[in-house]
């Protein structure tokens, strides 16, 4: 896989992630901290998928919340929680002028400027401002060396391109190199008072974006399953909840500077996901292994065909040391795949994955293609 066609996927996972819709799911579980006093707080979106779990694992812990929205997605959720209407791409902010927060979270950044108008507007030294960020700011993500951390280098894009941008959509085309630029701005708006968080693939129940969620769907049907390539081929997600509860933790403890937020302690492979899997269904399961080269001599695409699947020369790892020593925790993931899969049986029902999998027709074909291939 080329270097630009693992932007191209990061990209899609790391938007995709924030912008999926969410449905009302229980509280994070994982503990944090011991209990500290109630702060207020600020979320800038908080409707799509990762701030819904944020604002439920902040409440859990006693703090006041207040939404900043367009007030178009999910505005059902949280009724008991001040919300204020505004467009951040229209400059419409004048519902936060002369407010005062403890904390400002801010899941829907993605044009630099917005995030500099936003921070500013909260430039207290005692705010703490939180940014979502991505690993998809990294422009060497997917070569050499295997394990990248928060000092390695990040994508550019320039002025006359960044100017161009200012919508969420327009950013796609540089995402990650945006999201680095959003960065920026709010550390240099909030100097000593930013906690910049660069996930992973964010999944767990109510990820609409099926990355994730394909496989323990597609493994509870039974059957004969295709397997994609080096069964130790390594893979990184982070639970929502997670996420949430360390983004709750950060605020409490007054975190600042940059982490990779990306799973686990230790190392995880396809293989040992995908047998997670098979244990989270009583239905009869084989996994049949195409090899990399066979799944590319059959034009199987990478991540959203084959999902979580990244041939050999675009694998990298995101070092988790500093984050999970700044108090990051990962529940089991065998809790993850039996949530989501619980989430998906009660919420997606039937219906067919639009974006993610290898079509069944498509499937049984090569799984056919494997077993003969054996016999002779």
Same mark, same amino acid.
């Given at each position: 896989?080329?270097?630009?066609?693992?932007?191209?996927?990061?990209?899609?996972?790391?938007?995709?992630?924030?912008?999926?819709?969410?449905?009302?799911?229980?509280?994070?579980?994982?503990?944090?901290?011991?209990?500290?006093?109630?702060?207020?707080?600020?979320?800038?979106?908080?409707?799509?998928?990762?701030?819904?779990?944020?604002?439920?694992?902040? !409440?859990?812990?006693?703090?006041?919340?207040?939404?900043?929205?367009?007030?178009?997605?999910?505005?059902?959720?949280?009724?008991?929680?001040?919300?204020?209407?505004?467009?951040?791409?229209?400059?419409?902010?004048?519902?936060?002028?002369?407010?005062?927060?403890?904390?400002?979270?801010?899941?829907?950044?993605?044009?630099?400027?917005?995030?500099?108008?936003?921070?500013?507007?909260?430039?207290?030294?005692?705010?703490?401002?939180?940014?979502?960020?991505?690993?998809?700011?990294?422009?060497?993500?997917?070569?050499?060396?295997?394990?990248?951390?928060?000092?390695?280098?990040?994508?550019?894009?320039?002025?006359?391109?960044?100017?161009?941008?200012?919508?969420?959509?327009?950013?796609?085309?540089?995402?990650?190199?945006?999201?680095?630029?959003?960065?920026?701005?709010?550390?240099?708006?909030?100097?000593?008072?930013?906690?910049?968080?660069?996930?992973?693939?964010?999944?767990?129940?109510?990820?609409?974006?099926?990355?994730?969620?394909?496989?323990?769907?597609?493994?509870?049907?039974?059957?004969?399953?295709?397997?994609?390539?080096?069964?130790?081929?390594?893979?990184?997600?982070?639970?929502?909840?997670?996420?949430?509860?360390?983004?709750?933790?950060?605020?409490?403890?007054?975190?600042?500077?940059?982490?990779?937020?990306?799973?686990?302690?230790?190392?995880?492979? !396809?293989?040992?996901?995908?047998?997670?899997?098979?244990?989270?269904?009583?239905?009869?399961?084989?996994?049949?292994?195409?090899?990399?080269?066979?799944?590319?001599?059959?034009?199987?695409?990478?991540?959203?065909?084959?999902?979580?699947?990244?041939?050999?020369?675009?694998?990298?790892?995101?070092?988790?040391?500093?984050?999970?020593?700044?108090?990051?925790?990962?529940?089991?993931?065998?809790?993850?795949?039996?949530?989501?899969?619980?989430?998906?049986?009660?919420?997606?029902?039937?219906?067919?994955?639009?974006?993610?999998?290898?079509?069944?027709?498509?499937?049984?074909?090569?799984?056919?293609?494997?077993?003969?291939?054996?016999?002779?």
């Amino acid at each position: 896989m080329n270097q630009s066609s693992r932007r191209t996927f990061l990209a899609a996972a790391g938007a995709g992630a924030l912008l999926g819709a969410a449905r009302d799911l229980p509280a994070a579980a994982v503990p944090l901290s011991p209990r500290t006093e109630g702060k207020r707080i600020l979320v800038l979106g908080g409707t799509g998928f990762l701030g819904p779990h944020f604002v439920r694992a902040a !409440m859990a812990r006693g703090h006041v919340l207040t939404l900043f929205n367009r007030g178009k997605t999910n505005p059902q959720l949280f009724p008991d929680v001040e919300k204020l209407v505004g467009d951040r791409e229209k400059g419409e902010l004048q519902a936060l002028e002369g407010r005062s927060f403890d904390a400002v979270v801010d899941t829907s950044g993605y044009v630099p400027a917005h995030v500099e108008a936003t921070a500013r507007l909260f430039a207290a030294e005692t705010t703490h401002y939180t940014f979502i960020s991505t690993i998809s700011v990294y422009d060497k993500f997917g070569e050499r060396p295997d394990v990248f951390d928060e000092t390695s280098s990040v994508g550019e894009v320039s002025d006359e391109d960044a100017a161009k941008v200012n919508t969420i959509r327009g950013s796609m085309p540089f995402y990650g190199p945006l999201k680095a630029r959003c960065e920026q701005a709010a550390l240099q708006a909030k100097p000593g008072r930013t906690f910049v968080v660069r996930p992973g693939l964010i999944v767990g129940p109510g990820d609409t974006t099926d990355r994730f969620t394909w496989w323990p769907v597609r493994i509870d049907q039974g059957g004969a399953v295709l397997a994609p390539g080096d069964k130790d081929g390594l893979i990184q997600v982070i639970d929502v909840r997670d996420l949430a509860d360390w983004m709750v933790h950060g605020i409490e403890q007054q975190l600042a500077g940059t982490y990779n937020a990306d799973g686990f302690d230790g190392r995880v492979s !396809m293989e040992e996901f995908l047998h997670g899997c098979k244990l989270a269904t009583s239905k009869p399961v084989e996994l049949v292994w195409g090899s990399e080269e066979f799944l590319k001599e059959h034009e199987v695409g990478a991540w959203m065909e084959m999902p979580l699947w990244i041939p050999r020369e675009g694998r990298s790892i995101a070092a988790n040391d500093r984050a999970r020593a700044a108090g990051l925790r990962f529940r089991p993931l065998a809790d993850t795949i039996r949530d989501t899969l619980a989430w998906a049986k009660s919420e997606r029902g039937d219906r067919p994955f639009a974006r993610t999998g290898v079509k069944p027709d498509k499937e049984a074909r090569l799984i056919a293609l494997l077993r003969g291939a054996k016999k002779g």
